[in-house]
C-alpha cells in the first residue's frame, strides 16, 4: 500500500483516484473546482484544499489535468515541496508536449519527476485495463511499481527523457484521432448511399482495419451519440502538439495539421464538449 496524492478530478483523475482506493492505497485527492471529488471521498479518499496539502507525506502525487498551462501551474504550487526531507515523486498522467515534461522534471522537487500518461479511457483504468507509459528515472519508475500493478494491465519504460513517454502517447492518440475522422467520412458516405446502418454495425465491427478504439466509437457514431469524456476541443489540442512536436525535430505532418483542422472545426460548430465522435457530423448528410 503507497499513499497517493490524486491532483485533478476530471474523467481520468476520478478513475485513477478510485481504481488505487480499490487496490488499497491510501489516496488523498484535490481538485481546483470544489466539490468534483465528492463521489471519491465518499469511498475513501481525503480531500485537500490544495495540491501542497494533498501531495505532503505522499509517497507519489499524480496530476491528470488538461493541458499544459494547468500542469505548469500545479507544479509551480508543489515547488514548497523542496523544503522537505523526502518528497513525492510527482507523476504527470496527463497528455502534454514532450518539452513541458521535460519542464516539469527541471523543477520537480529533488526532480523527483515521471510523466506516466494513460493508454486507455477512463473505464479501461477503473477495471484495470489501462496500459501506461513510463518516461523517466528508471529507479523512480521502480519505486512506485505498487502504483503501477494497481492502474495498468501493462506499462512500458520509455527511457530517462519523461519527454519520450509524451511522445509515445501523442503519436498513439494522433492514430486514433485520423482513424476515427477517416471512418467519421466512410459512415457519412454511407449513410448518404442508403445503406442500412445494422448492416453497416455487421460488416465494420470485425473488420481488422478497425482499431478497439475506433470500435469502441463506431456504434456512438452510427447513433449520432456523442456523450462521452475525451472532447473535440481535447483531440483537436493533442494533435497539435504531436503536429508542433515533429515540427520542432524538422517533420511536417500534413496529414496531423488536417486531421487537428477538423477536430477544431467540430467544436467550433458547437461540438466543443462533445466527444471525438462528433467530428461525424461535419459530414453527415443534412436533413432536406
Known sequence: MMRVAVLGMGHMGRAIALRLLG???QVTVWNRTPGKAADVARAGAAEASSPLGAARG???ALMSLSDDAAVLNVMRAL????EDRDPPVIVDTSTVAPDTSRSLRDVAPGRRFLAAPVLGAPGAVGDGTAS???GGER???ETLEPVWASLFARHWYCGADPGNATTVKLLSNYQMMAGIAVVAEALAAAEAAGLDPRLLREVFFPLPTIAPA???RL???LDGDHDGWFTTRLGAKDVRLLAETAESLGVVLPIARLVERRYEEAAAQ???DDDITAVVELVRPREP
Request: no cysteine.
Open 23 to 25: 487496490q488499497g492505497h
Open 58 to 60: 505522499a509517497d507519489a
Open 79 to 82: 515547488i514548497e515541496l523542496e
Open 132 to 134: 501506461g507509459l513510463l
Open 139 to 141: 529507479r523512480l519508475a
Open 214 to 216: 475506433l470500435r469502441d
Open 219 to 221: 456504434g456512438r457514431m
Open 270 to 272: 458547437g461540438h466543443r
